[in-house]
């Protein structure tokens, strides 16, 4: 009996999950609610930060600046200015007014006769510039890049005013690379994008707008990236493990019908034909938010224009016929001979995978690092990693 009892109430924990999965990917449908779980804008960490107190979240006395930028659409968007590491030791002593710095930090010339570089870097969703796997991003910025960093906080994070939406982060995104470029009269190319998750999709954005307009920046770095929201859906795992989509795939039409529901989309992958920057991804094999794979996904798509097609026929049977399927293994071969060519890689031991794939017409570079560690908040920290941005942009 109680064998009985148990499966019953074994069934009625599985209804229950089930209805509240089912709840769970309704609300996702409603924009507010997807909006507030995509950006997680209000999570605002640290909690009740003081931004105007860079120092207490590690960075060195009056390095930093805070202040606000304006947006062409009046909103006001909280930034930090972290001097590069280079140009603070060689003031004579802590700067008693920094921001008026400013000017004189962004047009200074470095070693070699080179202008100092800037890192526009466009953080993920949840928690704010304080925030300390940020702050150890910049650290490394500054110090091994030997860069200026300008951090913003997006609209609806953090001191910023007004409310996200994919349209406003790269409004924003957009107001920030014109203070430097417009305001301070930073050259565009000693500005190198670096997006880390969510970023990644901004700076995706802001790079196809780029291309639109002729400007030319240093490149672009994601970081931790995703092809898109749809595809993050796709293959999200809640807690890590649940796989969020997968149990709709039972209703016919489910998954599309969310799909469609999707409004901030950041299709990464979309952009990927417009940019014309060189580019670097990289993504760590422990990334247990967001896979990999997504990396992979916007490695091929670089590549794909360069790599003969395969014609796989319209009705899937015919691919049993003997001289189909010998031309499709010729084709097959043809593409992976084809992306040999044009991709080396390379293993460096203990650190992980650099794949370059370097374009024949304009020789500009995309390239792909697989890191063996760093997670998904920290990779951009690793020493490693660093390094490969500074030889691929020259810093
Ligand atoms: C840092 O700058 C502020 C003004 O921006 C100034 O009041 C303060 O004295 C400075 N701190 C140091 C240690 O010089």
Same mark, same amino acid.
Not at 269 to 293: E, F, G, M, N, Q
Not at 342 to 349: A, C
Not at 350 to 358: A, M, N, S
């Given at each position: 009996? *109680?064998?009985?009892?148990?499966?019953?109430?074994?069934?009625?924990? +599985?209804? !229950?999950?089930?209805?509240?999965?089912?709840?769970?990917?309704?609300?996702? !449908?409603?924009?507010?609610?997807? $909006?507030? *779980?995509?950006?997680?804008?209000?999570?605002?960490?640290?909690?009740?930060?003081?931004?105007?107190?860079?120092?207490?979240?590690?960075?060195?006395?009056?390095?930093?600046?805070?202040?606000?930028?304006?947006?062409?659409?009046?909103?006001?968007?909280?930034?930090?200015?972290?001097?590069?590491?280079?140009?603070?030791?060689?003031?004579? $002593?802590?700067?008693?007014?920094?921001? $008026?710095? /400013?000017?004189?930090?962004?047009?200074?010339?470095?070693?070699?006769?080179?202008?100092?570089? =800037?890192?526009?870097?466009?953080?993920?969703? *949840?928690?704010?510039?304080?925030?300390?796997? &940020?702050?150890?991003?910049?650290?490394?910025?500054?110090?091994?890049?030997?860069?200026?960093?300008?951090?913003? %906080?997006? &609209?609806?994070?953090?001191?910023?005013?007004? $409310?996200?939406?994919?349209?406003?982060?790269?409004?924003?995104?957009?107001? !920030?690379?014109?203070?430097? =470029?417009?305001? @301070? &009269?930073?050259?565009?190319?000693?500005?190198?994008?670096?997006?880390?998750?969510?970023?990644?999709?901004?700076?995706?954005?802001?790079?196809?707008?780029?291309?639109?307009?002729?400007?030319?920046?240093?490149?672009?770095?994601?970081?931790?990236?995703?092809?898109?929201?749809?595809?993050?859906?796709?293959?999200?795992?809640?807690?890590?493990?649940?796989?969020?989509?997968?149990?709709?795939?039972?209703?016919?039409?489910?998954?599309? +019908?969310?799909?469609?529901?999707?409004?901030?989309?950041?299709?990464? +992958?979309?952009?990927?034909? %417009? #940019?014309?920057?060189?580019?670097?991804?990289? @993504?760590?094999?422990?990334?247990?938010?967001?896979?990999?794979? @997504?990396?992979?996904?916007?490695?091929? *798509?670089?590549?794909?224009?360069?790599?003969?097609?395969?014609?796989?026929?319209?009705?899937? /049977?015919?691919?049993?016929?003997?001289?189909?399927? !010998?031309?499709?293994?010729?084709?097959?071969?043809?593409?992976?001979?084809?992306?040999?060519?044009?991709?080396?890689? &390379?293993?460096?031991?203990?650190?992980?995978?650099?794949?370059?794939?370097?374009?024949?017409?304009?020789?500009?570079?995309?390239?792909?690092?697989?890191?063996?560690?760093?997670? @998904? %908040?920290?990779?951009?920290?690793?020493?490693?990693?660093?390094? #490969?941005?500074?030889?691929?942009? %020259?810093?």
């Amino acid at each position: 009996m *109680a064998g009985i009892q148990f499966f019953f109430r074994g069934q009625k924990y +599985l209804v !229950a999950f089930g209805g509240l999965y089912l709840l769970l990917v309704a609300l996702l !449908a409603i924009p507010y609610i997807q $909006s507030q *779980a995509l950006y997680l804008n209000n999570i605002r960490l640290p909690l009740f930060a003081d931004f105007n107190n860079p120092e207490k979240y590690g960075l060195a006395p009056n390095r930093t600046v805070n202040f606000q930028i304006t947006t062409p659409d009046t909103e006001t968007i909280g930034a930090w200015l972290v001097f590069s590491n280079s140009y603070y030791s060689s003031l004579p $002593s802590i700067p008693t007014d920094p921001a $008026s710095l /400013i000017p004189e930090a962004l047009s200074r010339v470095g070693e070699g006769g080179k202008r100092i570089p =800037v890192v526009l870097f466009f953080h993920g969703n *949840a928690a704010t510039r304080a925030f300390t796997a &940020r702050i150890r991003h910049y650290q490394a910025f500054t110090s091994r890049l030997g860069a200026h960093v300008l951090a913003i %906080d997006y &609209r609806g994070f953090a001191d910023s005013s007004g $409310s996200p939406s994919e349209k406003g982060l790269t409004t924003d995104a957009r107001a !920030a690379f014109d203070w430097l =470029v417009k305001e @301070h &009269r930073v050259h565009p190319e000693d500005v190198l994008v670096v997006g880390h998750s969510l970023g990644t999709g901004v700076a995706g954005q802001l790079a196809a707008q780029f291309d639109e307009e002729g400007i030319k920046c240093r490149g672009f770095v994601l970081l931790s990236p995703f092809s898109s929201i749809t595809e993050v859906l796709e293959t999200y795992n809640m807690f890590g493990f649940i796989p969020l989509m997968k149990p709709l795939y039972l209703l016919p039409g489910a998954v599309g +019908l969310v799909k469609r529901a999707v409004v901030h989309r950041f299709d990464t +992958l979309k952009a990927v034909p %417009d #940019i014309t920057a060189s580019v670097l991804i990289a @993504h760590a094999l422990d990334d247990w938010d967001i896979s990999h794979t @997504h990396s992979d996904v916007l490695f091929q *798509a670089f590549i794909e224009p360069h790599l003969p097609p395969v014609e796989v026929p319209t009705n899937p /049977i015919e691919v049993a016929q003997p001289e189909v399927w !010998a031309k499709l293994t010729e084709q097959r071969e043809a593409r992976q001979l084809a992306f040999e060519k044009v991709v080396t890689k &390379r293993n460096i031991d203990k650190f992980g995978t650099i794949e370059q794939f370097v374009e024949p017409q304009t020789s500009r570079e995309v390239t792909l690092v697989k890191t063996l560690a760093g997670g @998904h %908040d920290y990779l951009g920290i690793q020493e490693g990693l660093v390094d #490969i941005i500074g030889r691929l942009f %020259d810093m």
